[in-house]
């Protein structure tokens, strides 16, 4: 099972949770699952087919959410440590390898794309190559 905000909030005393705010921000945390969750549904969890070859954008958002997502919970992770163990505890959301794994997942993503779009799947390895493979 997944750790989640749900989780965590039903071990949070109702008067901890309101003097911390907590509730509000679980409501800005779950804004933004709502912006992917059709992603997850129904590729990630259940390798939906007929999604896949529908070409169909899922788990878009507008541009900065993930910002507001991370800081918000940034913001909830730090007001619970610091309640409970009177510092902060803070998230590393970023990694010194960010920009190459961000490249790769890319490169992968348009491969992916580009096995339904021209029917590549089985034909040549000429046709199985990525696109972005020297980028």
Partial sequence: DNLTIKDIL????EDVRNELGLDDLSSKLHKF??????ARNEIIVHHGKDTAMSQRALGGFPEGEEVVFWDNLQEFVG??????FDEP?????TMINGAEELVFALKKAVHFDDMFI?????????????????A
Avoid: C, F, T, W
């Fill in 89 to 93: 505890y803070p998230l590393n959301v």
């Fill in 10 to 13: 039903e071990q949070v005393d």
């Fill in 79 to 84: 007001r619970l440590s610091k309640h409970y």
């Fill in 33 to 38: 699952r709502d912006y992917i969750a059709p």
């Fill in 118 to 134: 021209d029917n590549a799947i089985g034909k040549s390895k000429e046709l199985r190559s990525m696109r972005y493979d020297d």
